[in-house]
C-alpha cells in the first residue's frame, strides 16, 4: 500500500510515517472517504498498539503518521531464534489480544493480523497497521476482485468475500499464534489458490502446539466466524492455561481426533465441539495436506522442557548495534584525523563516498519498485547499475569530504595561534569540525542515511554486530595510544602544511 519512514515529530519523538500509493485514493471523494475512515482510526489508542497521531490525504502523496515502535518483526526474530515457547508464547498472546480489544473498542476491525505486523518490542508485542487495510476497502480503493490481506493468515470470510468483523481478527490472532509457535504458516505453503482452498475448508495444522493452547487455537480458526470465541473468552483461556498444569501428552482414538488427558484442567476444551476435531497434528507435503502417522500406542509426547530452544525475550543493546558501530566509527575517525590527518582525510572522504552511494542505490530501488512494484530480481538490476552509481556520486562525495577537510585544517591552524592550546588541541578541535560537516554539513542528508542503511542490517544479526563493534573498539583503542605515543604522523609528507609559514607553529 506504501513506504514507510521514519521521521521526527514537532515535539522531538519518533514517529512512522507511511506514504501511500496515489491510486489508492484517487480522486476528492476517494481522499474525502479515506479521511473519515483516518479519522476513526485516531480514536484507537493503547500500550500494544502503533496508534495514528496525524495523516494528510489532500497533499501528494498522502501520508499517515504513527507511533514509532523500536523492534523488529514477529516474523524475523522466529526466523532468527525460532519458534516461542511455554511463558513468552503465551505473554504474546495476551499482549496481541490486549491490541486487539484496543482496536475493537474504537470500532475498527484490523483484518490483517500477520506476524509482519507485530512488531516485538522490549516490552511485548505491538500491533501496527490496523485498519488501514480495512480502511481502503471500505473507500473501493483496491481493484476489482483483489483480495486484501496476505495468504495464509486470511480468514475465511474474507477468503469468501464477505465482510470482516471481530471475528476475523481472532482467527488472524490465532493464526500468528500458530506461527510464533511452529515457525509455519497454519495453512501451509503452496500456490495461493491451494492455501484458499485450505482455508476455506479450515484444514489447518497445528502440529507440535501444546495439547490445551492447540484447542483453544483450533476453536478461534472455525472457518464459522460465529462460532468462534470472542477476544474477551480468548483472553480469559489465555490466562487459565498460563496458570494450569496442562498434561504434556495426547491421545488418538481410531479416526484420529484428539482428547487431552486430563481435559477438565485444560481450558481450551470448552470450546472443542463434537463435529470437528481440533489438534490432530498434520504435516504439509507441497500443497496437500497429508496425515501425520499415529506413534505406537496411539500416544504423541510432547518434547521435553530441557530439549526445547529457549527464546531470547531481552539481549543487551537489542535494535541498537548498528548505533554503536556508528558512533564508534565517528570516535576512530576523530583519532585517526588526529593521528594521521592524511589518512584520516582519506577514510572520511571513503566513508563519504560509501554514504552517497548506499544512499543512491537504495533510491534507485525505491524508483524501480514505484514503476514497476517489487519483483524478486530489483536488487540484482540495481547492483548491475552500481558502477554507474559509483561515478555519479564521486563528485559530490569528493566536494563534500574536501570542504570538510579543508575546514578542519583552517580550525586547527586557528587554534594553535592560541598559546594555550597545547600540542594536541588544535588536531582534536579540527578533526571534530570535519566529523560534524560530515555528518551534518551540506549534502550530509545523503551520507547520513546511506550510513545507516549500511549499518541497520546489524540490528538484526547480533553475531556480527558484536564482532564489528569489538573491532572497531580495538581499532579505536590501537589508535589512541599510537597518538598518544608517537604524536601526529603526516605521513607521505614530511611535515604539517604549516611548516614553512613563519607565523605558524604547530
Not at 11 to 29: E, N
Not at 175 to 194: C, E, K, S
Amino acid at each position: 500500500m506504501g513506504v514507510v519512514y521514519l521521521a521526527h515529530a514537532p515535539d522531538g519523538r519518533q514517529v512512522s510515517v507511511k506514504t501511500l500509493r496515489p491510486w489508492l485514493v484517487a480522486g476528492a471523494d476517494g481522499r474525502r472517504r479515506f479521511e473519515r475512515e483516518v479519522a476513526t482510526l485516531r480514536r484507537v489508542r493503547g500500550d500494544r498498539v502503533a496508534e495514528v497521531v496525524d495523516a494528510d490525504v489532500d497533499r501528494d502523496p498522502p501520508y499517515i503518521v504513527t507511533r514509532y515502535v523500536d523492534g523488529a518483526s514477529l516474523t524475523r526474530l522466529v526466523g532468527e531464534h525460532g519458534p516461542m515457547r511455554g511463558d513468552a508464547l503465551l505473554r504474546l498472546g495476551a499482549g496481541l489480544l490486549d491490541a486487539l480489544r484496543s482496536v475493537h473498542s474504537a470500532g475498527v476491525v484490523h483484518r490483517d493480523v500477520k506476524p509482519a505486523n507485530v512488531l516485538m518490542a522490549d516490552d511485548g508485542p505491538v500491533l501496527i497497521d490496523f485498519g488501514i487495510a480495512h480502511a481502503a476497502e471500505d473507500t473501493r480503493l483496491t481493484a476489482t476482485g483483489f483480495i486484501s490481506g496476505t495468504p495464509g493468515y486470511l480468514a475465511p470470510e474474507t477468503v469468501l468475500g464477505h465482510g470482516p468483523g471481530a471475528p476475523t481478527d481472532v482467527h488472524g490472532w490465532a493464526a500468528t499464534m500458530v506461527f510464533a509457535a511452529t515457525g509455519r504458516p497454519p495453512y501451509g505453503q503452496g500456490p495461493d489458490i491451494a492455501v484458499f482452498d485450505r482455508i476455506r475448508r479450515g484444514e489447518h495444522d497445528l502440529s507440535g502446539i501444546e495439547p490445551g493452547l492447540a484447542r483453544l487455537l483450533a476453536a478461534a480458526l472455525r472457518t464459522e466466524p460465529s462460532h468462534r470465541p470472542g477476544v474477551g473468552q480468548v483472553s480469559a483461556a489465555l490466562k487459565e492455561l498460563a496458570a494450569a498444569d496442562v498434561a504434556e501428552t495426547v491421545t488418538f482414538d481410531s479416526v484420529g481426533a484428539a482428547a487431552a488427558t486430563g481435559a477438565d484442567t485444560d481450558p481450551g476444551a470448552r470450546y472443542a465441539r463434537d463435529d470437528e476435531t481440533v489438534a490432530v497434528p498434520r504435516r504439509v507435503a507441497g500443497s496437500q495436506l497429508e496425515p501425520r502417522p499415529t506413534p505406537p500406542g496411539g500416544v504423541l509426547a510432547a518434547p521435553a522442557p530441557a530439549e526445547r530452544r529457549r527464546w531470547i525475550d531481552h539481549a543487551p543493546f537489542r535494535g541498537h548495534e548498528s548505533s554503536i558501530v556508528l558512533v564508534l566509527g565517528a570516535v576512530l575517525l576523530v583519532l585517526l584525523l588526529s593521528w594521521a590527518p592524511y589518512a584520516g582525510a582519506v577514510v572520511g572522504g571513503a566513508a563519504v563516498l560509501a554514504g552517497r552511494l548506499s544512499w543512491r542505490i537504495e533510491r534507485r530501488l525505491f524508483e524501480r519498485r514505484q514503476v514497476r512494484g517489487a519483483r524478486r530480481h530489483d536488487r540484482w538490476v540495481v547492483a548491475l547499475t552500481s558502477p554507474w552509481e559509483l561515478l555519479w556520486a564521486m563528485v559530490p562525495a569528493a566536494g563534500q569530504a574536501a570542504f570538510a577537510m579543508g575546514c578542519a585544517l583552517v580550525t586547527g591552524g586557528v587554534v594553535s595561534l592560541w598559546d594555550g592550546a597545547g600540542l594536541r588541541a588544535p588536531y582534536v578541535c579540527g578533526a571534530l569540525v570535519g566529523l560534524a560537516l560530515i555528518w551534518r554539513g551540506p549534502g550530509a542528508v545523503r551520507v547520513r542515511r546511506g550510513l545507516r542503511i549500511l549499518a541497520e542490517p546489524l540490528d538484526h544479526a547480533p553475531r556480527a554486530a558484536w564482532i564489528s563493534i569489538g573491532a572497531l573498539a580495538l581499532l579505536v583503542c590501537l589508535t589512541a595510544l599510537s597518538w598518544e605515543s608517537y604524536g601526529a604522523v603526516w605521513w607521505p609528507a614530511e611535515g604539517s602544511p604549516s611548516s614553512s609559514v613563519s607565523f605558524l607553529s604547530w
